[in-house]
T-cell receptor
Framework: KNEVEQSPQNLTAQEGEFITINCSYS?????LHWLQQHPGGGIVSLFM???GKKKHGRLIATINIQEKHSSLHITASHPRDSAVYIC????????FGTGTRLQVFP | KAGVTQTPRYLIKTRGQQVTLSCSPI?????VSWYQQTPGQGLQFLFE???????NKGNFPGRFSGRQFSNSRSEMNVSTLELGDSALYLC????????????FGEGSWLTVV
């Protein structure tokens, strides 16, 4: 069993929809990162969480340390949000989930 | 503020050759980590350096090695290349190794033929 599990693996949405991506992990961590990867390879760090909730524009990330679970929400999704979203936990090194491929259609 | 710079961006090597990839972190960042990304295995941790010392190493064979210089720039080397080493190699930098926000480079695409 992977130490970091993401769901869903693939997600298709219409522009304007509310999107949720989930991440569960099985190890103790010092932080959890949500990353975004566009075609071409570059990865952008969206959030680094150790507790609670963070918001940046239309993106919201939450973490429940007791339940070892985090969610990434995108409100009012847009085609430019189409990317792979990766959850990674920091436990002396980064351990990555397998990613969620999101496609948002106009 | 310049981002994380990786060179070269694309390269093609032949089986058995060796390759060196370079990473220049964001100014002031002392932690540099390396990752391999393949379609089959996803993103995997290779190693991390902090102040010229290797802090942690992933589960990769000894053909994969790295180092960090006094200016925090880092290199990784893969010797005796195999077809399975074809991957995107990503470097990331952070202020330190405690899980702070991490900044990735654009990556080096390695193809082994």
């Amino acid at each position: 069993k992977n130490e970091v599990e993401q769901s869903p693996q693939n997600l298709t949405a219409q522009e304007g929809e509310f999107i949720t991506i989930n991440c569960s992990y099985s190890v103790g961590i010092s932080a959890l990162h949500w990353l975004q990867q566009h075609p071409g390879g570059g990865i952008v760090s969206l959030f680094m969480l150790s507790s609670g909730k963070k918001k940046h524009g239309r993106l919201i990330a939450t973490i429940n340390i007791q339940e070892k679970h985090s969610s990434l929400h995108i409100t009012a999704s847009h085609p430019r949000d189409s990317a792979v979203y990766i959850c990674a936990v920091h436990r002396d090194k980064l351990i990555f989930g397998t990613g969620t491929r999101l496609q948002v259609f106009p | 503020k310049a981002g994380v710079t990786q060179t070269p961006r694309y390269l093609i090597k032949t089986r058995g050759q060796q390759v060196t990839l370079s990473c220049s972190p964001i100014s002031g960042h002392r932690s540099v980590s390396w990752y391999q990304q393949t379609p089959g295995q996803g993103l995997q941790f290779l190693f991390e350096y902090f102040s010229e010392t290797q802090r942690n190493k992933g589960n990769f064979p000894g053909r994969f090695s790295g180092r960090q210089f006094s200016n925090s720039r880092s290199e990784m080397n893969v010797s005796t290349l195999e077809l399975g080493d074809s991957a995107l190699y990503l470097c990331a930098s952070s202020v330190d190794y405690s899980g702070n926000t991490i900044y990735f480079g654009e990556g080096s695409w390695l193809t082994v033929v």
